[in-house]
């Protein structure tokens, strides 16, 4: 069964800080992952996903991520944060039916100036 | 292009009554998600229609839930009789027909409270 676990409930960094959320999952078929984000008062929103193609998946708004079978993860990360990142954000790996999304808890992150 | 929007934004209702949720799919998509989020716990899946048809109800917890997508178009959730555990954010989703990869586009949430 599949599954995903994101390390941190609370991440705090400083405006032009690195963004590192952590993602790990467990799957028994090749996984398919998403990242996706809450900002306050929003519905949830696609980062970015991966679909077995390249390892290391772009996204919007500078986030990327990068695919680590040996380390079954598939952490979340910016190399600079804005003020406008803090949200709450969600790995999903995909059932193995294809049918829905399986959740982490969410990270919230907030970043101050 | 409309989102998926739903609708209430927000209810507060005592427990025992009966609660429906409304979910508008953007206009096309044929599969139609519910999710719900309960506090501090993560999102979970309820189920999954293909336009009218329900693909997937395993996530459902109990028969006070009923799920509805008259035509292929809007769905609707109805909690009766809703029970306190009920309380958390439920989540709409809707992506066209395809393969696993496809987008799924979210709405905004409906928070229920029961008191």
């Known amino acids: 069964a599949q599954s995903v676990t994101q390390l941190g409930s609370h991440v705090s960094v400083s405006e032009g800080a690195l963004v590192l959320l952590r993602c790990n999952y467990s799957s028994s078929v090749p996984p398919y992952l998403f990242w996706y984000v809450q900002y306050p008062n929003q519905g949830l929103q696609l980062l970015l996903k991966y679909t077995s193609a390249a390892t290391l998946v772009k996204g919007i708004n500078g986030f990327e991520a990068e695919f680590k079978k040996s380390e079954t993860s598939f952490h979340l990360t910016k190399p600079s944060a804005h003020m406008s990142d803090a949200a709450e954000y969600f790995c999903a790996v995909m059932n193995q039916a294809g049918t829905a999304l399986i959740f982490g808890k969410g990270t919230t992150l907030s970043v101050s100036s | 292009e409309a989102g998926v929007t739903q609708f209430p934004s927000h209810s507060v209702i005592e427990k025992g009554q009966t609660v429906t949720l409304r979910c508008d799919p953007i206009?096309?998509?044929?599969?139609l998600y519910w999710y719900r989020r309960v506090m501090g716990k993560e999102i979970k899946f309820l189920l999954h229609f293909v336009k009218e048809s329900k693909q997937d109800e395993s996530g459902m917890p109990n028969n006070r839930f009923l799920a509805e997508r008259t035509g292929g178009t809007y769905s609707t959730l109805k909690v009766q009789p809703a029970e306190l555990e009920d309380s958390g954010v439920y989540f709409c989703?809707?992506?066209?027909?395809?393969?696993?990869?496809?987008?799924?586009?979210f709405g905004q949430g409906t928070r229920l409270t029961v008191v």
């Open positions: 206009s096309g998509h044929d599969n």
């Open positions: 989703a809707s992506s066209r027909a395809g393969t696993k990869n496809t987008e799924a586009f």
